[in-house]
């Protein structure tokens, strides 16, 4: 008799554990990875608990440029969703195998909105005809606008995956959508001040601010870690004879030497950090916030 | 009854010759029917399950049964082609997940196949040995293109030159083996399976090289303007892609106009799949999306009533083969008159003799059975690939 019941209740074990893993799919949580860190910061601010978001890519690299090895290519490929930037932004997406169902591409509704940057030098050989390394200008999520269009594909793509939170994606993503169009509207008030008195950017990623904000806006290609040579200050110089920037703007702070040296030349420096890697502090909106105030301190 | 047993079988055995040839007719009798059923049934099983579990098929309108034999089976006769846009059209649609697919080159006489990740999980095809695809100029090969060119994980793959006399035509590609798929008895097993982005490498419209615009060497400068650079014929263009040469390789204009064969349309839901069909059977779509099963139906009712007349010829060879056997049997007795006679006066009766012959028979009707089963195992055990071989490919 005892034997019979300790049979029953091995038997009941058995099923209890071939059920377990059927409630742990019900359960799981998505996997999402991400080439930037804004489109991380949407996702986990969209999915909230039931995603778990991954920006593989080391601090300190810029994300633009990073080429991620064979192990965390891997991990690409085993994520329910791969959000990508577009605007050819992440050039690795390219250049390794990725499954072509679960990458969306961010900013594929708003194709038409970006933007062509001057740089390209077509080349051509052989019967294909010319062709062009056409540089587009990436860092879209500086519009606030087109970040929260962002936003909207990314929480498309998550209620397409678990249509049961619909109403949780959707109630999160009008959250994010409120703040980045806070961003907006605070920004606008400020460019407002400005009035169209001249800038310059240290690097060409404010593009997209630029033309949504209508800052007068020109640009030159220094690094903020890096001292600029004589040909640099050159350049500025004739710049300014033209364009008479009383301020650049920085995506870090600049060497003290270049602040300085800008200075005399009635130049202040203004950081406003684009945020594509994860910040060493605060998250995508206390930076933006932070570039605001920053912009705000200037005029 | 044993004894009977016992003196036929001594007979078959003096008679050796006379006996075995018996036995092969007998076996050949049986064995053809049955095994080309067999063969017939798994390919139709071969067929119909590919087909089956394959629900749409987009490509350029033309043969269907050209854009499904290519597309499923890897045939040789390559489609009309059509844009990779054909593909993303589909994904705007929200309807069906598309897996682009581009089957048109070679590599030692194994068909690449161009397509993305997500074809391998829609055939459920898992990796053997070594990984899947990741960079750029690799290669998953499925388990038979491993076995009979003894390739493994690590080695490297030749692209074959659409056109040998073809000579400004694009280098070969040599393509790094980065997997071994695990043995599906289908088409796949026959696959050189590389990303979309290879095989257009392949074709020549992606293509890694030095910088022209930064280069110092003169010589492969054809034309220099401010804003473009023409490279003469010089210019060297890598037909390997290492992680050195990896950032160099670029695409010639928009890839959404890049080539493909087709795609395979996997639809949400039973309505996706039929709103997704109803929106190609517009006149005005340069697309055709097809049914495989549909297809390969129409395809098997050909093979079948090819099976039909082989069904009849083998029923007339089988009647004259019965007869034949009949006939060696009565000039058996004719030869052994005297045999008999001699059992005769011996004593036994005719029901013994009668016995004697049936044993015979018996003993040459359950040899011919053992090779017969024997031969429709073997066949059983390799179907799989002998329909590959014989009857699909």
Redesign the interface.
């Known amino acids: 008799m005892k034997f019979v019941f300790l049979k029953f209740i091995l038997r009941i074990m058995m099923i209890t554990l071939t059920m377990l893993p059927s409630f742990s799919i019900a359960g799981d949580k998505l996997t999402i990875y991400t080439v930037n860190y804004p489109l991380k910061y949407f996702a986990e601010r969209i999915a909230g608990d039931y995603a778990t978001v991954v920006f593989p890519a080391p601090a300190d690299v810029d994300p633009a440029y990073w080429m991620p090895d064979r192990r965390a290519i891997s991990e690409y490929q085993k994520a329910d969703l791969i959000l990508l930037n577009g605007a050819h932004y992440a050039k690795w997406t390219e250049k390794v195998t990725l499954p072509r169902f679960k990458m969306i591409d961010t900013s594929r509704e708003f194709k038409d909105r970006y933007i062509k940057t001057k740089e390209a030098v077509t080349h051509n050989h052989g019967p294909g005809g010319k062709h062009a390394h056409e540089n587009i200008a990436f860092t879209v999520w500086l519009d606030f606008d087109l970040a929260a269009r962002q936003a909207q594909a990314i929480k498309i793509a998550v209620i397409r995956k678990r249509p049961d939170l619909e109403s949780a994606f959707e109630h999160n993503y009008a959250a994010l959508k409120k703040d980045l169009m806070t961003l907006d509207g605070e920004t606008k008030e400020i460019v407002s001040k400005i009035n169209g008195k001249p800038l310059i950017a240290s690097h060409p990623v404010y593009d997209y601010l630029s033309q949504r904000y209508e800052l007068n806006m020109r640009s030159v290609h220094w690094e903020p870690d890096e001292r600029p040579g004589d040909a640099q200050w050159m350049e500025l110089k004739n710049m300014l004879q033209g364009h008479h920037a009383q301020g650049m703007i920085w995506e870090s702070q600049p060497l003290s030497e270049t602040k300085e040296q800008l200075k005399s030349l009635g130049i202040i420096s203004i950081i406003f950090d684009p945020c594509g890697a994860v910040p060493e502090q605060g998250d995508f909106l206390s930076v933006m916030r932070r570039n605001i105030e920053n912009l705000r301190g200037a005029y | 009854m044993l004894d009977s047993l016992c003196i036929a079988w001594k007979y078959i055995k003096f008679n050796k010759i006379k006996s075995a040839t018996l036995v092969g007719c007998i076996t050949l009798l049986v064995f053809l029917p049955l095994s080309l059923e067999l063969l017939l049934d798994k390919s139709e099983q071969q067929l119909m399950s590919r087909a089956v579990t394959t629900p749409l098929v987009v490509g350029e309108k033309g043969s269907a049964l050209d854009l499904i034999m290519n597309s499923i089976y890897f045939g040789d006769e390559v489609p009309e082609l059509i844009t990779y846009e054909a593909?993303e059209e589909i994904?705007d649609t929200?309807l069906a997940?598309?897996?682009?697919l581009y089957i048109r080159f070679k590599a030692r006489g194994f068909p690449v196949v161009g397509t993305?990740?997500?074809y391998f999980?829609f055939r459920g095809l898992s990796i053997a040995a070594g990984?899947?695809?990741?960079?750029?100029g690799?290669c998953v090969i499925g388990a038979s293109v491993a076995e009979r060119l003894g390739l493994k994980p690590g080695d490297s793959l030749l692209s074959a030159p659409e056109n040998l006399f073809d000579l400004?035509g694009v280098y070969p590609l040599k393509m790094k083996v980065a997997g071994v798929l695990q043995k599906s008895h289908t088409s796949d097993d026959l696959g050189v399976f590389v990303?979309l982005?290879t095989s257009w490498i392949i074709q020549?419209?992606m293509h890694g090289?030095q910088d022209?615009?930064k280069t110092k060497d003169r010589t492969v400068i054809l034309k220099k303007t401010e804003?473009?650079?023409?490279?003469?014929?010089k210019?060297f263009q890598y037909t390997e892609i290492t992680e050195e040469n990896?950032?160099s390789?670029?695409?010639?204009?928009d890839t959404s106009q890049y080539p493909i064969t087709a795609v395979i349309a996997v639809p949400h839901d039973a309505r996706s799949g039929t709103l997704l069909r109803g929106r190609y059977m517009s006149s005005e779509t340069a697309y055709q999306i097809v049914k495989p099963e549909d297809v390969i139906e129409g395809l098997l009712q050909n093979i079948f009533r090819i099976k039909n007349v082989l069904d009849a010829v083998i029923v007339v060879v089988g009647l004259a083969t019965v007869l034949a056997i009949v006939l060696v049997f009565t000039l058996s007795l004719r030869l052994r008159k005297r045999e008999i006679q001699t059992i005769f006066k011996l004593g036994c009766r005719r029901a013994t003799i009668a016995r004697l012959l049936g044993a015979e028979i018996l003993i040459v009707g359950v040899a011919s059975g053992f090779v017969c089963g024997a031969l429709v195992f073997v066949v059983k055990v390799f179907a799989n690939d002998l329909v590959r071989g014989v009857f699909i490919r």
């Open positions: 593909a994904i929200d997940m598309p897996i682009p993305t990740l997500d999980d990984s899947s695809l990741a960079m750029l690799e400004a990303d982005k020549g419209l090289h022209v615009t804003g473009n650079v023409t490279a003469n014929a210019l990896m950032d390789f670029h695409f010639h204009g």
